[in-house]
C-alpha cells in the first residue's frame, strides 16, 4: 500500500511539472503570434496610407485573421491546462482536508484521554503501582512515547493547515488567471469579428471588377511560374556540373577499370553522384530537418507551399514552389544550413536570388534587393547573403524561400523549425 501512495505522489508531482512546461510554451506561442499580429497591423496602416491595391490589403487582412485564429486556439489550449490543474489541486485540497479532519478527531480524543489522567499524582501512582523496576520502566517509557506522539500530532495538524493554506492559494491565483484568460479571449473574439467584417466589405469592393483581378492574379501567377523554370535550369546544370567533376575524378583515379559507358553514365545522371564527402554533407543537411532555422530573423508566412486556392477568389489555384515569408523592410536574408553559394542569378530587374548547394540539397532565397556574397563563398548557418527586396507597389517585404533534394522540391515546413 504504501508503494502505491509514492507512485500517486510522484505521478501527481510529474503531471504538475508537465503541465507547467506546457503553460510557459503555450505562453510562448501566443506571444509570438500577437508579435505576428502587430506586424500585420503594421503593415495593413502602411498599406492604407499608401492607398495602393484593394487585394493586397485584402490577401493581408486574411493573414491577420488566421492568426487571430491561431491566438484564440491558443488561449483556449491554455484555459483547459489551467482547468484542469485546478481539479488536481481541488482533489488535493479535498484530500488534505479530510487528513486534516481525522488527524483534529485523534489529537481531541487524545486531549480528552489526557484530562482525565491530568494530575501529576495519578501520573506517579501509575509508577508507583507497578509490580517491578522493569514494568516500572516500561510504564514510564510509554508515558514519554504518549507525549512525544502528542507533540507529533500537534506539528502535523500544523504541517496539513500550512500545505492547506498553499494549495488555497494556488488555487484563487488560478482562479484569477483563469478569469483572465476568458477576458482575452472574448476580447479576440470581438476583433476577430470586427476583422471578418471588414473582410467581408473588402471582397465585396473587387467582386465589381473581378475580370481584372483573376488577370492580374493570372499575370503574376505566369511570372512566378516562369522563375520556377529559370530555378529549375539551375538546379539541372548543378546536378551535370557536380556529375562531370565526378566522372572525371574516378577515370583520373582508376583509368583502366572506368569505362567510357560508366563515364557518361555518371555524367548524365539526374541526380548528384555522391562523392563521400558530398554525401556527408547531404546528411548532415538531412539530419537537421525540423531544426533550420528560418531564412529571415523574423516574419509571417504569407504562402504556403504546394497549390491552394486563392485566397480572394476560390476558384483560381495557385502554386507556390518554396513558402512566401513577409518580413520587416531593409530585412536581411540568411543561410539556413551553412554550404557553398552556387549561383547568384538576376531573376528580373528588380529580383535577384541566391543558390546554395548543400551535397545534393540546394536551398533558394528569391526576391533580394542586394547579394552581399559570391559564386564559391562557403557560408555558415544564419550568415547573411543579402537584403530582402520591398515591393514598391504593395509596401510588402517578402522572401521566397525553396528547398529541393536534386529536381525534387521540398516542403519548407517540414524543415524549418517551429513554421
Request: glycine content about 2%; charged content about 30%.
Amino acid at each position: 500500500m504504501p508503494k502505491i501512495i509514492v507512485a500517486l505522489f510522484f505521478l501527481f508531482v510529474s503531471a504538475v511539472g508537465w503541465s507547467q512546461v506546457d503553460q510557459e510554451k503555450l505562453e510562448q506561442r501566443k506571444a509570438q503570434i500577437q508579435e505576428e499580429i502587430r506586424e500585420k497591423e503594421r503593415l495593413l496602416e502602411s498599406q492604407n496610407q499608401k492607398q495602393k491595391s484593394v487585394t493586397t490589403i485584402i490577401a493581408q487582412q486574411l493573414e491577420k485573421i488566421k492568426l487571430r485564429e491561431k491566438l484564440i486556439n491558443t488561449t483556449e489550449k491554455q484555459a483547459k491546462l489551467l482547468k484542469n490543474n485546478m481539479y488536481i489541486n481541488q482533489l488535493e485540497i479535498n484530500k488534505l482536508n479530510r487528513e486534516l479532519t481525522d488527524l483534529k478527531a485523534d489529537y481531541a480524543r487524545m486531549i480528552v484521554k489526557s484530562y482525565k489522567s491530568r494530575s501529576e499524582q495519578s501520573r506517579a501512582m501509575f509508577l508507583l503501582s507497578s509490580k517491578n523496576f522493569l514494568q516500572a520502566y516500561k510504564r514510564a517509557q510509554y508515558m514519554k512515547q504518549y507525549a512525544n506522539y502528542r507533540r507529533a500530532q500537534g506539528e502535523q495538524i500544523k504541517k496539513k493547515q500550512s500545505e492547506l493554506a498553499n494549495y488555497n492559494g494556488k488555487l484563487e491565483v488560478q482562479k484569477t488567471e483563469k478569469q483572465k484568460l476568458v477576458e482575452e479571449q472574448q476580447k479576440e473574439r470581438e476583433k476577430l469579428e470586427q476583422e471578418k467584417q471588414e473582410q467581408e466589405k473588402l471582397v465585396n469592393s473587387i467582386k465589381k471588377d473581378k475580370k481584372k483581378t483573376i488577370a492580374e492574379i493570372k499575370k503574376k501567377q505566369q511570372e512566378s511560374r516562369n522563375i520556377d523554370r529559370q530555378i529549375d535550369k539551375l538546379i539541372r546544370a548543378a546536378i551535370a556540373e557536380a556529375n562531370k567533376k565526378t566522372a572525371a575524378a574516378n577515370l583520373k583515379a582508376n583509368p583502366k577499370t572506368t569505362t567510357a559507358e560508366e563515364t557518361k553514365k555518371t555524367e548524365t545522371a539526374t541526380k548528384i553522384v555522391l562523392t563521400p564527402e558530398a554525401k556527408l554533407v547531404s546528411d548532415n543537411f538531412k539530419a537537421n530537418k525540423g531544426k533550420l532555422p528560418w531564412p529571415v530573423e523574423k516574419g509571417t508566412v504569407s504562402l504556403r507551399f504546394g497549390d491552394q486556392p486563392h485566397p480572394l477568389i476560390s476558384s483560381l489555384t495557385v502554386h507556390c514552389s518554396g513558402v512566401e515569408i513577409t518580413t520587416d523592410k531593409e530585412a536581411s536574408a540568411r543561410a539556413v544550413y551553412s554550404g557553398t553559394v552556387y549561383s547568384i542569378q538576376r531573376l528580373s530587374p528588380v529580383n535577384m536570388a541566391v543558390m546554395i548547394q548543400h551535397g545534393d540539397f540546394f536551398t533558394v532565397y528569391q526576391n533580394l534587393s542586394s547579394v552581399s556574397v559570391n559564386k564559391g563563398d562557403k557560408v555558415s548557418t544564419k550568415q547573411n547573403i543579402g537584403r530582402v527586396r520591398t515591393n514598391t507597389d504593395t509596401g510588402k517585404t517578402v522572401i521566397k524561400f525553396m528547398i529541393s533534394q536534386n529536381t525534387n522540391y521540398q516542403n519548407p515546413a517540414s524543415w524549418l523549425f517551429n513554421m
